[in-house]
């Protein structure tokens, strides 16, 4: 990478132009990865989970959870049981077809090495596919040569993906490249064109600063770059330091703007949070559900609570003994499908008895059912359920719940 640095303007003319056709954005609203423990008002979000954010004053709440990311992760250490992700640390998502399930335009990569993937890796969710419901967009082997990283190792931290397939990312530590060792400092934004070997500078770690302090008003060293998105011809980023501001969203724009609004004192967290991952959130968001646990003993309490409904609403559990994750063929607005099987004799008797596994969600649109874990007799088994927002039509995320295992 000698030099690449002087190609730096170039690439952001580039960039502009081909950003242009990214897809409206409704502002104000995104989905964060958090470093550390979130407060929510509907419990604790983990490091490896996703939190929506809203600067229109809704309170943060769980977009994709660890139950759900597990769900598509799968067993990949080979123990018999779901495996969630270590951290989520680098995020992108993008539309995806009707009647498949959001999360296949969910990309993303690791704090560190988990079950055979890469912390340099960009991965992507692959529904009903083979490794565990996970596919390597970007290997780390390749990124390394992209960015002729002489240490032989990259760790991505940060990456969006431009309506052409430009890859924008950037890494967890400053890295010496080239024959030359040029240091491409974490706090540098990198582009990969569509189909390219190599990567350039996009925005160096001190033209990102400086935007950062003119949004800021302030001086502050901003360390690594963390979150990354794009956005028409603009680049969204957010930043480790200072702490008052390392959740908030910067944007290019203007040459250093809060972008909708969304600066870390206004997001609604109940404690001080630091944000490692972005992505926009396109369309209304899905209800998110949520266990209390995934794995249980027949005849175990269980209390599945949801936020993100209608208000004031009706809401309907299905459940099912088979998981589709793919989906079932019913394509639903929401999280995009069913993900049950629907001739299941359990999915059936769900539906016969519909009333039982009615609730109402109150006024900030959150809701709780309460049951138990059905006994299988004693035999292990698996239930995997959603929620319907009966006034909206939407569907929620799945959660798989593991009997008797």
Same mark, same amino acid.
């Given at each position: 990478?000698?030099?690449?640095?002087?190609?730096?303007?170039?690439?952001?003319?580039? =960039?502009?132009?081909? !950003?242009?056709?990214?897809?409206?954005?409704?502002?104000?609203?995104?989905?964060?990865?958090?470093?550390?423990?979130?407060?929510?008002?509907?419990?604790?979000?983990?490091?490896?989970?996703?939190?929506?954010?809203?600067?229109?004053?809704?309170?943060?709440?769980?977009?994709?959870?660890?139950?759900?990311?597990?769900?598509?992760?799968?067993?990949?250490?080979?123990?018999?049981?779901?495996?969630?992700?270590?951290?989520?640390?680098?995020?992108?998502?993008?539309?995806?077809?009707?009647?498949?399930?959001?999360?296949?335009?969910?990309?993303?990569?690791?704090?560190?090495?988990?079950?055979?993937?890469?912390?340099?890796?960009?991965?992507?969710?692959?529904?009903?596919?083979?490794?565990?419901?996970?596919?390597?967009? =970007?290997?780390?082997? =390749?990124?390394?040569?992209?960015?002729?990283?002489? @240490?032989?190792?990259?760790?991505?931290?940060?990456?969006?993906?431009?309506?052409?397939?430009?890859?924008?990312?950037?890494?967890?530590?400053?890295?010496?490249?080239?024959?030359?060792?040029?240091?491409?400092?974490?706090?540098?934004?990198?582009?990969?064109?569509?189909?390219?070997?190599?990567?350039?500078?996009?925005?160096?770690?001190?033209?990102?600063?400086?935007?950062?302090?003119?949004?800021?008003?302030?001086?502050?060293?901003?360390?690594?770059?963390?979150?990354?998105? !794009?956005?028409?011809?603009?680049?969204?980023?957010?930043?480790?330091?200072?702490?008052?501001?390392?959740?908030?969203?910067?944007?290019?724009?203007?040459?250093?703007?809060?972008?909708?609004?969304?600066?870390?004192?206004?997001?609604?967290?109940?404690?001080?949070?630091?944000?490692?991952?972005?992505?926009? !959130?396109?369309?209304?968001?899905?209800?998110?559900?949520?266990? @209390?646990?995934?794995?249980?003993?027949?005849?175990?309490?269980?209390?599945?609570?949801?936020?993100?409904?209608?208000?004031?609403?009706? =809401?309907?559990?299905?459940?099912?003994?088979?998981?589709?994750?793919?989906?079932?063929?019913?394509?639903?607005?929401?999280?995009?499908?069913?993900?049950?099987?629907?001739?299941?004799?359990?999915?059936?008797?769900?539906?016969?008895?519909?009333?039982?596994?009615?609730?109402?969600? @109150?006024?900030?649109?959150?809701?709780?059912?309460?049951?138990?874990?059905?006994?299988?007799?004693?035999?292990?088994? @698996?239930?995997?359920?959603?929620?319907?927002?009966?006034?909206?039509?939407?569907?929620?995320?799945?959660?798989?719940?593991?009997?008797?295992?």
């Amino acid at each position: 990478m000698s030099g690449v640095c002087g190609r730096s303007r170039l690439v952001a003319v580039s =960039f502009v132009l081909l !950003c242009g056709a990214a897809l409206a954005q409704s502002g104000g609203r995104a989905v964060l990865s958090l470093s550390g423990p979130g407060a929510l008002p509907g419990g604790s979000a983990e490091d490896e989970e996703l939190v929506l954010v809203d600067s229109s004053g809704a309170p943060p709440r769980f977009f994709l959870n660890d139950q759900t990311l597990a769900f598509y992760l799968g067993d990949r250490n080979g123990d018999g049981l779901m495996d969630e992700p270590n951290d989520i640390d680098a995020l992108e998502i993008v539309p995806v077809a009707s009647g498949q399930p959001m999360i296949a335009g969910v990309y993303f990569s690791l704090l560190t090495d988990q079950s055979g993937l890469k912390d340099g890796d960009v991965l992507r969710f692959t529904p009903g596919g083979v490794n565990g419901g996970v596919e390597v967009v =970007f290997s780390e082997t =390749f990124l390394v040569a992209a960015v002729a990283a002489n @240490d032989g190792n990259v760790d991505v931290d940060g990456m969006a993906l431009a309506p052409d397939g430009t890859l924008l990312f950037s890494l967890a530590e400053d890295e010496a490249t080239g024959p030359n060792s040029v240091i491409v400092q974490d706090g540098s934004v990198l582009a990969l064109p569509a189909g390219g070997t190599q990567a350039s500078v996009l925005y160096t770690e001190a033209q990102v600063e400086v935007m950062a302090q003119k949004a800021m008003g302030g001086s502050s060293v901003i360390g690594d770059v963390r979150g990354l998105e !794009c956005l028409n011809s603009d680049v969204l980023f957010m930043v480790q330091s200072p702490s008052a501001h390392d959740a908030t969203v910067f944007s290019t724009a203007g040459g250093g703007t809060v972008y909708a609004g969304l600066v870390e004192a206004a997001l609604g967290f109940g404690n001080d949070v630091e944000a490692d991952a972005l992505a926009l !959130c396109d369309g209304l968001p899905f209800p998110c559900l949520e266990l @209390d646990f995934i794995q249980a003993q027949g005849g175990d309490p269980l209390a599945v609570s949801v936020t993100g409904l209608t208000p004031a609403s009706p =809401f309907l559990l299905v459940v099912s003994g088979v998981a589709r994750p793919a989906g079932s063929g019913l394509a639903l607005p929401g999280f995009g499908v069913l993900a049950l099987e629907t001739f299941d004799p359990l999915f059936l008797a769900g539906i016969q008895n519909a009333p039982a596994l009615l609730g109402v969600s @109150d006024g900030a649109g959150a809701g709780v059912y309460t049951g138990t874990a059905p006994t299988g007799g004693g035999s292990a088994y @698996d239930v995997a359920m959603q929620v319907l927002d009966v006034a909206s039509g939407r569907i929620s995320n799945p959660i798989l719940l593991e009997v008797n295992q």
